[in-house]
């Protein structure tokens, strides 16, 4: 223990002779990483900071109406842009509770017994969409391979109980919406993103995709389930056909009654947060001042080492017995205290 300490004396007298052999080059190591520091303190010193309170969006000009205007089309809107572009609506599983619901709600929107398609289960909707079939859309075969825009997958469909997932088809967003590859991407830019304020991204992407509305029309019609016996809603079904236009009437004015004339959504309140621009202004340029700083006392000490490396000092103090660990020691320490 005694000799290593020896030789540890030793080598930082000798690191301290290079060190004041060069004076200049010496200060320059000491004095670079200083002046990037003080660079970035005056820099953070010149920055405010600005503090943010709970801030809520219940007021005018925040508000979408959902199925009213073009945020949020009409269901009218959507199953027409569906006839138009040849897509359809999928519904899954293939049940009578299904079936009598297409045609209830058919009553007040006409076009969903044309974009409608029932498949057996989401199964086979699944797998009809990843086959090589998908999309191939014949009118004269009856466009038995259409296009899915939309799918409803119902998983309890009442009388007392109701529970469904609504599917959008993602290629319908435009330039600057998150696409899919984006978002599945779990080193791609939306990982850890931190947003600040009101987000209306998801209010636009849940408004222009229909998912508002169509949530909305199956909402209603469960309302209007759920206040209706199995009995009724059956014989309201095979009455249809009829072309008694008071009957149907009535059970559109029956089920509006179930129905909020009015809904407006709203951006979830954002809390508090201080906004530190210095983070946003250096972030980028950190590592870049971080070599600038450190880059020269670096290859100082590369320079060292390989000097006495070709001018076998390292060899020597070898073979006088000096430790590996404590040549490499003594440098660690003299750039630790510089």
Known sequence: MGSRLRQLKVMLWKNWL????????TCAEILLPMLVMLMLIIV???????????????????????????????????????????????????????????DLISLRFPLLQVVS????DEQEMETYICSDLYGACDKAKNCSNPKIKGAVIFHEQGPHSFAYSIRLNHSWAFSGFPDVKSIMDTNGPYVNDLNLGVEIIPTLQYGFSGFLTLQQVLDSFIIFAA??????????????????????????????????????????????????????????????????????????????SVFEKEKKIREGLYMMGLKDEIFYLSWFITYSIQ
């Not at 943010?52 to 969006?57: E, K, M």
């Open 18 to 25: 290079l060190k004041i052999r060069h004076p200049w080059i």
């Open 44 to 102: 953070r010193t010149r920055v405010d900071t600005t503090l943010h309170p709970t801030q809520a969006y219940i007021r005018k000009g925040m508000f979408v109406e959902v199925g009213k205007g073009d945020i949020s089309p009409s269901f009218e809107k959507i199953l027409g842009s569906l006839m138009s572009k040849g897509e359809y609506l999928a519904f899954a599983p293939d049940t009578e509770e299904t079936r009598t619901m297409i």
């Open 117 to 120: 398609r029932i498949y057996k």
């Open 227 to 304: 206040q209706e016996s199995k009995i009724n809603i059956s014989n309201e079904r095979s009455q249809l056909p009829s072309s008694d236009s008071s009957q149907q009437s009535s059970l559109s004015l029956s089920w509006k009654n179930f129905s909020p004339s009015n809904i407006r959504i709203a951006p979830f309140p954002t809390r508090a947060y201080t906004d530190d621009e210095f983070q946003s202004i250096i972030k980028k340029v950190m590592g870049v001042l971080y070599l600038l700083g450190f880059l020269y006392p670096i290859s100082r000490l590369i320079s060292y």
